[in-house]
């Protein structure tokens, strides 16, 4: 058989859950700077029963702009699994000459895991309607346990940073910080949250692409594979030392898991066909 392609990572996915994300991140900072400016709690006397109130209104609001992007969860998991199916069907195509249909796993009404943007979006995404498909009973799962894990993570993001914010201010006032100092602490907490949504971003699509790959494979009986680094700078040395060597599914790597389930591993398991 002709040598199989290596997969990709599905960066237009990461690109597209990091903006979901960022965009959170915007409209809370944005919000939580003028809320602060506007109610002028950075004054030294009698600032914390104001600010306690403050902060309740701003984790409210954090959680009210939040809801959006939990809803669009299915269809950022449509998406990576989007990537996954194809990539694997043409892994499988490469290694074996077989033609695998698409996966038509999970029917529509099972897709409404809560909110979902677009129905039909997700219908599409995930093959339904296509009259010869293959069965995943295992892929709605796997995607609930995502979308349920996605969600902490989101929820956490204003609740993380309107602490920060609060220590911040209640430091800065004890210290006897001058207000405009303690202005530009919270504004360098902005980039510390965007930094942060943007890793979350990018290990939580990287484990979810990973999933669906060793799932896909072993519903297919593959026991082994072989570890594929992305093979740039990034590359830790540890998984660079994993390059090439053939693992067990049963099996992973005692120090890093198997590819994609390190903590933003972007490696990926090519299938050993027998």
């Not at 979810?208 to 594929?228: C, F, M």
């Not at 067990?248 to 790597?253: I, N």
């Amino acid at each position: 058989m002709a040598s199989t392609k290596v997969q990709l990572y599905p960066a237009s996915a990461e690109r597209s859950y990091n903006k979901l994300l960022q965009d959170l991140v915007s409209q809370l900072t944005t919000e939580t700077e003028k809320r602060i400016r506007d109610a002028n709690v950075l004054r030294i006397d009698g600032f914390s029963e104001d600010l306690t109130y403050l902060l309740a209104g701003m984790l409210e609001f954090g959680m009210l702009i939040a809801n959006p992007v939990i809803f669009r969860l299915p269809e950022v998991y449509a998406n990576v699994n989007t990537f996954n199916d194809r990539q694997w069907r043409l892994v499988v195509k490469s290694g074996t000459g077989i033609d695998l249909p698409p996966s038509g796993a999970i029917p529509t009404g099972m897709v409404a895991y809560g909110n979902v943007s677009d129905p039909n979006l997700i219908r599409a995404r995930f093959g339904i309607g296509i009259d010869i498909y293959r069965s995943e009973p295992w892929l709605i799962p796997r995607m609930n346990n995502w979308i349920d894990y996605n969600t902490s993570l989101i929820k956490s993001i204003p609740t993380q940073y309107i602490g920060k914010v609060e220590a911040a201010i209640r430091n800065g006032v004890m210290a006897g910080t001058a207000p405009r100092e303690l202005q530009k602490e919270i504004k360098r907490l902005s980039g510390v949250t965007s930094a942060r949504v943007r890793l979350i971003s990018r290990d939580q699509i990287s484990k979810a692409n990973s999933d669906l790959t060793q799932y896909r494979q072993q519903d297919l009986g593959i026991t082994e594979y072989t570890w594929i680094t992305s093979n740039d700078e990034r590359v830790r040395f540890t998984h660079r030392a994993h390059s090439g060597n053939v693992y067990k599914w049963s099996e992973p790597p005692a120090n890093t898991g198997h590819p994609g389930q390190d903590y933003q591993c972007r490696c990926i398991a090519r299938a050993k066909f027998d």
